[in-house]
C-alpha cells in the first residue's frame, strides 16, 4: 500500500482491539498491539501483528513500549487508544478504588501513553491519535456512573487535545461505539452484582443485570469487526472526522439524549432494560 503507517493499538488482545489490529495489519499496516495477555494475542502474529506485553496503568511499560516501537520503526504515526473496560455499580456502593482503577485504566492509561507519543509525532509534524470513546460518553445509564464519568473525560480531554495539537500536524479522533458483542457486558455487570449484593440497591440492580443480558445478547447488537472498519477509515482517511458515532443505538440514544428532557431521558434509562 501506498502509505503504510506505524500503528501501536492498545487492548488489542479481544474484542474491538483485537478485530481492529488484525484487519489493520491485513490492510498493510505495521501494527504493533499491546495488552497484558501475550497469550492471546497470539494468533494476531498470522496476520503479522506484532504483539507487545503492556498495561497502561503502569508508566515504565508504556515507557517501554513506545522505546521499542521507535528503536525498530524511527516514528509512531498512529496511537490507537483502546484498552479500557466498565465497572458497573450504585456510586454509593462502588468502593473508590475500584472507581480510581476506573479512571487509571480508561483515562490515565490512556493520557500516559499519549503524553509519550507526543513528542515524536511533533518532531515528524504528523501523526493521529484515536481514541475509542463510547456513546456512553454522551449519557449516563443506570448504575454505570464510573464508567460513564471516565468516558466523559476522555471525549473532554480528546477535544482539548484536538485543538492543542492541531498545530503540529496531528490529528486527534473519537469513535463512539454503541453495543458491541464483546466481553465488555459480562465484566460490567459481574461488577454490578458484586458490588450491590448487600446493599440497598439489589432489587434494582438484579433487574438491570437481567435486562442488560437480553440486551447485549440479541442479535442486533454490532460485532467488534463493525468498529474495526471505522478505526480503519479513520486511519486511512487523509481528513478525518473529529468523531465517529457506530454501532447498535449509539445514534438513537444520543439523539433522545439530545432532544428529551432529563428526567425523560432519566426515565427511559431506568426502566427500558
Sequence with gaps: MKDKKVILITGASSGMGYESAKLLAK???????????????????????????????NEQSCADVVKTIIEKEGKIDVLINNAGYGSFGAIEDVTLDEARKQFEVNVFGLASLTKKI?????????????????MGGKFVSYFGGW??????????????LRMEVSE???????IEPGIIKTCWDSIALDNLEQCCQNGAYKNSALKVI??????????????PTLIAKIVLKA??????????????????????RAVLPEKAFDFIMKHSL
Excluded: W
Excluded at 437481567?210 to 460485532?223: E, I, Q
Excluded at 457506530?246 to 444520543?254: N, S
Design 210 to 223: 437481567s435486562g442488560m443480558k437480553k440486551f447485549y445478547n440479541c442479535k442486533l447488537a454490532s460485532k
Design 147 to 160: 464508567y460513564h464519568a471516565s468516558k466523559y473525560a476522555v471525549e473532554a480531554l480528546s477535544d482539548a
Design 27 to 57: 490492510e498493510g499496516h505495521i501494527v504493533y498491539g499491546g495488552a497484558r495477555s501475550l497469550d492471546k494475542m497470539e494468533s494476531l502474529k498470522d496476520f503479522g501483528v506484532i504483539p507487545l506485553y503492556l498495561d497502561v496503568t
Design 235 to 256: 486511519v486511512n482517511t487523509q481528513k478525518p472526522k473529529a468523531r465517529y458515532l457506530a454501532g447498535f443505538c449509539a445514534k438513537l440514544l444520543v439523539f433522545l
Design 168 to 174: 503540529f500536524g496531528i490529528d486527534v479522533v473519537l
Design 118 to 134: 507526543l513528542p515524536y509525532m511533533r518532531e515528524n509534524k504528523n501523526g493521529r491519535i484515536i481514541n475509542i470513546s463510547s
